[in-house]
Each structure stands twice: as C-alpha cells, then as structure tokens.
C-alpha cells in the first residue's frame, strides 16, 4: 500500500529548481526540500551578499544555514526512482521527449516559449507553481521551438513582415524590417486561413474533377477491352470466312481443272481409237498393194489395182486435235498472279489495321517512339499572309507590322488574319514539332479549301468546322474549333500545388501528331526527349489537311 501511494503522489518529491526527483535530499529551516546540489548553488550565488533565501518562500536566513540530509526523504525517492511507469508515459518515436527527465525521458505535454524547453506533465506543473507569479508563455508541446525563435535577437516570432513575406520578432521590427509593412502572427494567420479555405476548396473542385476523370478512365477502358474483345472476335469469324471462301475457291479451281482434263483426254482417246483403226487399214491395204506388185497376171493386176489404189476414209477433221490438249501452264500462272496481289492486298489492309491498333492518346514516354511518324514540312509563301516574313528557306515565320511585297495570289490570306499554310498535306498518321517565341501563336490543322479573303470567322483558323487550332500564350494553352474556346491548364506555380494538380508542363516546343484516317489529333509540351500531352482529341476528318500557324507581330515560329 506504501508503494502505490508513493507512485501516486510521487509530485510531491520533486526539487523545486531542477524540477525533477530529488536527488541527496536536504531540508532548509523553513521546511522546504531541494537537492543538495541546487540550493547549494542557489546559496553560492547570493554569498556577495551575505544574505540567503529559499527559492521557494522567499524566506530569508543570515548567516548561511548549515544543510543536513534528509534521510527519510531520500528513502523515499530512492523507492519512486524504482517504480516503474507506465510505457506510455515515456516518450516514443515522434514523441517530444521532456527536456527537463533525466534518464528514460518521458513524453512532453507542454513547451514553455520563454524558457524554450518542452515539459512533461509533471514538470509542467512544477513550472507553473514556480511562475505563477509572471506566467510565461506556452503552446503544444513541439519539436519547433528553435524554430519559433529569432536566429539574431533571441526573441520569440511574433510578427510577420509581409514586405519580405517572413517571420520576424519585435527587435527585428526596429532593425532591418524597419519601415516595412508588419503585422501581427495572428492577423496574418487570419488572412492566410481565408486563402487556405479557398485553396482547400479548389483542391476539392480538383479532388471531384479528377475522380471523375478517373472514373471516366476507368469505363473507357472497360469499353476498350469490350471493344477489343469483340475486334477480335469479328477479326476471327471474318478471317475464317475469308479462309473458307479462299479454300472455296481453291476447290472450284481444282474442279474446273479436272472436268477440262477429263473433257480434253476423253476426246483424244476417241480420235486415238480411230487414228489406229485408220493406221490399220492403211497398212492391210499396204500388204495388199504390195502382194499385188508382185503378180503375172495383168488382167488380175488391173482389175485388182482400181479398188485397192482407193485409199480408205480418213478420220481427219477441220479442227486442230491437239486444242484441247494444251498446257494449264497459263492456270497456273494466274493463280501465282492471283496468289500475289492478294497478299500485297492483305498486307496493304493489315497495315491500315496496325495503324489503327497501335495508335493511342497515351501521351509517348520519349521523341522516339513517335518520331518515326515525323514529316517534313515547308511553308507555302503563295498563302502567307502579307504581315508574315518568311525566311530560312521558308521554315521560319516572324510577325511584322511591315506588309511584305508579296505578289497577289488566289491562296494567300489577307485581312487581319497573319496565317499561312504548309505546302505539303498530312499524309497518313505523321508528326512535327516547332519551336515559337513572342506573346502568342497558333499551331492548326485545316482543309485546303478554307476561305483565304475576308475578316469573318470563316477565314480564322480554330473559328470554323474546316480548321482546329491550339493558342500558345506566354502562360497558357486554350484550343480552339468552330468558334469553341477550352482553356488548358499549365504550370503557372512552383511546389507542391503543381504537383497536387497535375498540372501540364508550359514549353516552348510543341509537337503535332494527327492520324486522318483514325481521327485523332495530339498536341504535345516537348522537353528535351520526354513529351507531356497537352490536349487530345477524337473526330472525323472529311478532308486533306494541311499544317498552318497564326504569327502575331513580334512573335516567331519555326519548323524543327
């Protein structure tokens, strides 16, 4: 029973200067206790003046008192030093220890801003009766008390310079920070937790948008697979139509084959039974003509030689009987022939299908994997607008208030409109990159039969159904068809807010992938050999299209 109510009160055998366990206990004339060690060296520090006190009531003694241990005090500490606490009351990692324990530190509830030391329970109750006179300042118990405190003057942070965007204490108010637009911690706490609750509530739009995303991403790939699944499936069952058609015909070629062979031998067997009836007859009557050279009667030799001299009937006829015998070298021939285009026809349709399989809007980790669709462009000097110079072998565009002796022409754009078009069209899925500088361009795709004369939208690139257009801006990206403007994020800030969003990358390289024939058109920031994909898009392409760009004055493009 002694034992747990020394733990309980074991508060009460604390020194009140080093607030810890008593160590070699000793007891003043007033009564109060302390370590022998600490109201030793309270005393030695008041011995100029002849006149010592106790720490606790303030009661005064000359001359200095002779200290006497105090046994049974000591027997007492001596137990609590051997009482084991609870684990949790002792600090564990993450925890902010107690300065103040010794040995096994226990876990701090408390940091005094004054004394700039952080307390557990027990010594934050001591620190409190020994200031309650003057209470100091405390907060949370933390791990940043260095951290709250004036590297230069010592001070507590209390005020923040909003000309420096900085923490500063009073002293520095009166240094470097003199005249400078300062407000208190707390009203500048105020101020940033409005901001804070409205980057938390765009976090959330952000946090709401891209689960939507997300859960679009997730059904478009449901239907991917669905849609893959049944390509496959209608791939197989056409395949083996296709193979049953081709062995169809590979069975009515072998029959039509063999019932003209049958045909053909049929009747040259019948003309060979009587070419050698024929052969027959004429070597008997042979035999006869030459038994009768031979006889003395002339009578018999003359009345003989009239019917024997007749040749028997040929079986000769008008048509060649050799026709129907001829080689089937020519059917072979043509079924090589046969054989050949339709494995250049297959192998001509089975690259459209790779195409169509293979191309995504994944966006591509490096320049490599989609540099091998690259095309080279070349600027048409017959559409540029008269506010546009062209240089370096028309690869480069440059802005200019200074119209260009440029001859009349029926493609070139006039107006307002500082565009011109590449000479060569997209051929198939292929891919370029430019770089521009300046306030702004535009990088487009459009039909040849846009309108070129005028002001109205139907001239503009990205401002009709003939032509799509992606602005660059000095911070910014925004695409644009058939007068519909979608801005684009990009990376205006630094830091963790980036991150957090996601935001695109701003570069002032972009690439252009478009496939016509499966509808899609990519734009990509490039830096370096990585790509970040800008935006993306799927529709239908009714006509050629050909690269075009908007230059405003200042601005420069140029064809990499």
Not at 80 to 105: I, S
Not at 180 to 188: E, I, L, R, Y
Not at 225 to 250: H, P
Request: with cysteine; glycine share 4%.
């Amino acid at each position: 029973m002694a034992e747990a109510r020394i733990s309980v009160d074991q508060d009460e055998f604390l020194c009140p200067v080093c607030l810890d366990l008593l160590k070699d206990p000793v007891t003043t004339s007033c009564g109060h206790s302390y370590c022998k060690i600490c109201i030793t060296g309270c005393w030695d520090q008041e011995d100029q003046m002849r006149v010592y006190s106790c720490p606790q009531c303030r009661q005064t003694f000359s001359p200095r008192p002779a200290l006497a241990k105090n046994t049974m005090l000591a027997e007492v500490v001596d137990k609590l030093k051997k009482t084991k606490l609870p684990d949790d009351c002792y600090a564990g990692a993450g925890d902010v220890q107690c300065d103040v324990c010794t040995g096994r530190k226990h876990k701090a509830v408390k940091s005094c801003l004054v004394c700039l030391e952080s307390f557990c329970q027990t010594h934050f109750d001591r620190h409190e009766d020994y200031h309650s006179r003057k209470p100091h300042k405390v907060t949370e118990a933390t791990g940043r008390l260095q951290e709250m405190i004036c590297q230069k003057h010592d001070k507590l942070l209390e005020v923040f310079c909003r000309t420096d965007q900085t923490c500063i204490c009073v002293l520095c108010m009166m240094d470097e920070h003199k005249n400078h637009d300062t407000v208190s911690a707390a009203a500048q706490r105020t101020e940033k937790q409005h901001q804070l609750k409205e980057t938390q509530r765009s976090f959330q739009q952000r946090i709401q948008q891209r689960e939507k995303d997300l859960q679009q991403l997730r059904e478009a790939v449901e239907a991917h697979k669905r849609s893959a699944q049944t390509a496959v499936e209608d791939s197989e069952r056409i395949f083996t139509e296709l193979i049953r058609s081709i062995e169809r015909s590979r069975s009515e070629a072998t029959q039509r084959i063999r019932d003209q062979e049958k045909t053909a031998v049929s009747r040259a067997e019948g003309r060979l039974e009587r070419l050698e009836q024929e052969i027959n007859d004429l070597r008997r009557r042979d035999a006869e003509l030459e038994q009768l050279s031979h006889t003395q009667d002339h009578i018999h030799f003359l009345q003989s030689f009239q019917s024997l001299s007749a040749p028997p009937e040929s079986t000769d006829v008008n048509d060649n009987p050799f026709s129907s015998l001829s080689s089937f070298d020519g059917v072979t021939e043509s079924v090589r022939q046969l054989k050949d285009k339709l494995e250049d026809f297959c192998k001509e349709e089975l690259k459209k299908i790779s195409d169509r399989v293979t191309f995504t809007n994944i966006v591509p980790r490096t320049r490599d994997d989609i540099l091998k669709f690259s095309q080279k462009f070349t600027l048409d000097p017959n559409t540029a607008n008269k506010r546009l110079r062209l240089s370096e072998g028309n690869q480069v565009i440059t802005g200019t208030e200074i119209e260009q002796l440029y001859p009349d022409h029926p493609d070139r754009f006039d107006g307002y409109n500082a565009q011109v078009l590449c000479g060569e069209c997209v051929c198939g899925r292929c891919y370029w990159e430019i770089e521009w500088s300046g306030d702004d361009v535009c990088i487009s795709v459009s039909y040849k039969s846009i309108r070129r004369k005028g002001w109205g939208d139907e001239c503009e690139f990205g401002c009709n159904e003939q032509s799509w257009c992606l602005l660059c801006s000095s911070s910014s990206y925004s695409f644009t068809h058939n007068n519909t403007l979608t801005e684009l994020p990009v990376k205006p800030i630094r830091g963790i807010i980036e991150t957090f969003l996601f935001l695109k990358p701003f570069s002032r390289r972009v690439g252009v992938c478009v496939d016509p024939r499966a509808g899609t058109l990519s734009f990509y920031s490039v830096s370096g050999d990585t790509m970040s994909l800008i935006h993306t898009l799927q529709t239908t392409f009714t006509h050629t299209l050909y690269p075009g760009f908007t230059v405003y004055y200042g601005s420069t493009v140029k064809l990499c």
